[in-house]
């Protein structure tokens, strides 16, 4: 069980952080930015998606970026839209492969071209097949607080949606934000909800900082009992197929705002600092986490353009 004073960092940057950048990264290149992150001790990483090249250009060659960093002590997951994807995670080894599944039909639809019924099929025919496998399975409810298609989801749609991948088998459920629309009071009705009914290591919340609310969600979050959460280093982020997406919460401003209320997260700051400034640099957008200045004064970090020893 997760203790209470520790909260875990799944750093979600290589996969929601790349997938929708202009620039497309080299798998070395990922590889590169997976390894700053273990440096940093990052509990757990994100590290791609099996989904079709595609629909998703910049996450091509996950097997071969996840056979250059994988080792024991990181929790790796991968994000898979079907029953392919299961098999190509399970070939190459990934512990944990991430179903995603929205809350609507809409974004069901132009995400991974199903409905919800049919994405649930999806679902059930992947959970009963990793029973044969040492892979678990555990599903992302997108959209969880609002849909960029068809507008506020009722918290009600959300979790009567949970308890059904659960009842299915689920291993653990990532909350997600996906257009970083929800407010604190969302968050702590639903959270809380939630963790009325199942334990808290096997929920997860994932937010973006669309409106600047995502640290505030963080907090409600922390406050209903949640200890694992998605952030992305430098605040990358952001779905290619969600309008208006913007970046997630930034690893260095969720790790500040653990440690500075008296959690352990385990990750070395500085060391997460070198990893943001090399996200700057190696995708040119991304802009480092709403903290990073005041971060950079307090670790005496020299900014990105002279560390790396190139501008972005
Ligand atoms: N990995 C790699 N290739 C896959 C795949 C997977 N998981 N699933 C399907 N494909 C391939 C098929 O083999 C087929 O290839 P071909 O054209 O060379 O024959 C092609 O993709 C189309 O397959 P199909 O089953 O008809 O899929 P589709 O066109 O209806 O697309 C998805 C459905 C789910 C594969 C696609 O929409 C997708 O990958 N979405 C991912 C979205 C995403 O990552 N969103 C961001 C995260 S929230
Ligand atoms: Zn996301």
């Not at 991974?112 to 555990?138: E, F, G, H, K, Y």
């Amino acid at each position: 069980m997760t203790h209470p004073d520790t909260i875990i960092i799944n750093d979600v940057g290589p996969r929601d952080g790349l997938q929708n950048q202009p620039k497309i990264l080299t798998v070395d290149e990922r590889t590169q930015l997976i390894q700053a992150l273990i440096e940093a001790g990052v509990p757990a990483i994100e590290v791609g998606a099996f989904v079709s090249p595609k629909a998703v250009p910049a996450m091509a060659g996950a097997a071969e970026l996840f056979a250059n960093v994988n080792n024991s002590d990181t929790d790796f997951s991968a994000l898979i839209p079907n029953a392919k994807g299961f098999e190509l995670g399970v070939a190459a080894g990934v512990p944990t492969l991430s179903l995603v599944v929205a809350t609507s039909n809409t974004m069901n639809e132009k995400n991974i071209r199903m409905t919800n019924a049919q994405a649930l099929d999806v679902c059930r025919t992947v959970i009963a097949m990793s029973q044969d496998t040492a892979a678990t399975v555990q599903v992302y409810v997108a959209t969880a607080f609002e849909c960029p298609f068809e507008g506020i989801i009722a918290a009600q749609q959300t979790i009567d949606m949970c308890n059904t991948l659960f009842d299915m088998g689920a291993n653990a459920i990532v909350v997600a934000d996906t257009i970083g629309a929800a407010n604190p009071k969302q968050v702590s009705a639903l959270m809380s909800e939630l963790v009325s009914q199942h334990s808290t290591d096997k929920l997860s919340c994932h937010f973006h900082d669309t409106r600047a609310m995502g640290l505030a969600d963080v907090y409600a979050a922390i406050e209903a009992g949640i200890r694992r959460f998605d952030a992305s280093i430098a605040g990358l982020g952001g779905c290619p197929f969600a309008p208006g997406a913007s970046g997630n919460v930034a690893t260095e401003d969720v790790v500040m705002l653990a440690e500075q209320m008296g959690f352990h997260t385990g990750i070395d700051m500085p060391a997460l600092l070198r990893a943001s400034d090399l996200a700057i640099q190696l995708t040119g957008s991304a802009r480092g986490g709403n903290a990073r200045a005041w971060l950079d004064r307090k670790f005496q970090h020299n900014n990105h353009s002279t560390s790396q020893g190139s501008k972005p």
